[in-house]
């Protein structure tokens, strides 16, 4: 016979804060199907790592379904604990120096026209990492030329000569995400600060490059706030913006604040654009990398109209 024991509360121990159920937007189906499976299988027999899988993404089915993903190079072990991400914090394993050509083999293996590369944080590195990342573009640049390629990088501590070296290896893109508004950066990003991200956009921008940023939202941000944000990035000149929803991926993690409607996203988004931010995904489901090969389009007209709209063609010349 099974005895049901009631369940007791121990009154010390309040129990967490029941998570919120996600609204009717947020609901994805699970990830499946054979473009899926393949790039599972490329991945792992590569030994390389990506965010969509070490994040949680809820996206990756759609996603790697139409063979979008994003690499992330320099292990899967990050040294930051920020509060809002699922990427395991510790002791990193140390640097793979094969990593950027198996990189470069998979990516031109897909035949992309454009493609999102990130890493973990990597604060024991002399230059944050900033020396692989620039093996990784240049072994990309020449296994896949005319594939577009978007970085989207850590802060290196600030540390702007690891800024200009990723710049000096030709990304097409430059992004470095800021994810929330400065009144909680502290409490998001626990070892990051607002003003440091903000430099290391500003110096992409000074040197020409493409830049892009993306916030989460529900983090307990007020809408003015994000629009202030928005209003700082317009005028440095960035070029994509990227707004989503932040989702809890555990109960260790920052809670959801708030789920922002559809029509909130679509209403900075309109901010946004009127701003002067060329380029604006905005909605529950983005991410910073999200569509990001539909962007590959616009980017190539931004670059042959460089010189008049202040960009500068950041690739070195083939070799
Ligand atoms: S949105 Fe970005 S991180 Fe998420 S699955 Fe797509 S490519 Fe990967």
Not at 92 to 115: C, W
Not at 295 to 318: D, H, T
């Amino acid at each position: 016979m099974t005895v049901r024991l009631p369940i007791v509360q121990n009154e010390a121990e309040p129990a967490p804060a029941p998570r919120k159920r996600h609204p009717d937007w947020l609901r994805v189906p699970m990830p499946g199907g054979d473009g899926y499976q393949a790039l599972r299988r490329m991945v792992k027999e590569l030994g390389l790592h990506t965010v969509c899988q070490s994040a949680s993404c809820p996206n990756i089915g759609e996603c790697w379904n139409h063979r979008a993903l994003t690499i992330m190079i320099l292990g899967d072990i990050c040294t930051r604990s920020c509060r809002f991400c699922d990427v395991a914090t510790g002791r990193p394993l140390p640097v793979d120096h094969g990593e950027p050509a198996r990189v470069a083999t998979m990516l031109a293996a897909l035949e992309l026209n454009h493609t999102v590369i990130t890493s973990v944080d990597r604060d024991d590195l002399p230059d944050g990492g900033a020396g692989i990342w620039a093996e990784t573009l240049h072994a990309c640049h020449a296994a896949a030329p005319d594939m577009t390629i978007e970085v989207l990088v850590p802060d290196f501590k600030g540390d702007l000569a690891d800024v200009d070296t990723v710049l000096d290896a030709g990304p097409d893109v430059f992004a470095h995400n800021l994810e929330t508004v400065p009144r909680l950066s502290r409490e998001v990003r626990v070892q990051a600060r607002y003003d440091r991200s903000f430099a290391v956009l500003r110096r992409a921008r000074e040197r020409g490059a493409l830049v892009k940023t993306g916030l989460m939202l529900g983090l307990g941000e007020e809408p003015a706030e994000v629009r202030e944000v928005i209003d700082q990035l317009a005028a440095l000149g960035l070029t994509i913006l990227t707004l989503g929803q932040y989702l809890q991926p555990s109960k260790k993690h920052l809670p959801v604040q708030r789920y922002v409607h559809p029509d909130e996203f679509a209403e900075l988004k309109r901010h946004a654009l009127a701003a002067g931010i060329v380029h604006v995904e905005s909605g529950p489901l983005v991410r910073s990398s999200y569509h990001a090969e539909g962007q590959a389009e616009l980017i190539r007209r931004l670059q042959a109209g460089a010189g008049k709209i202040g960009f500068a063609s950041l690739r070195p010349p083939a070799a």
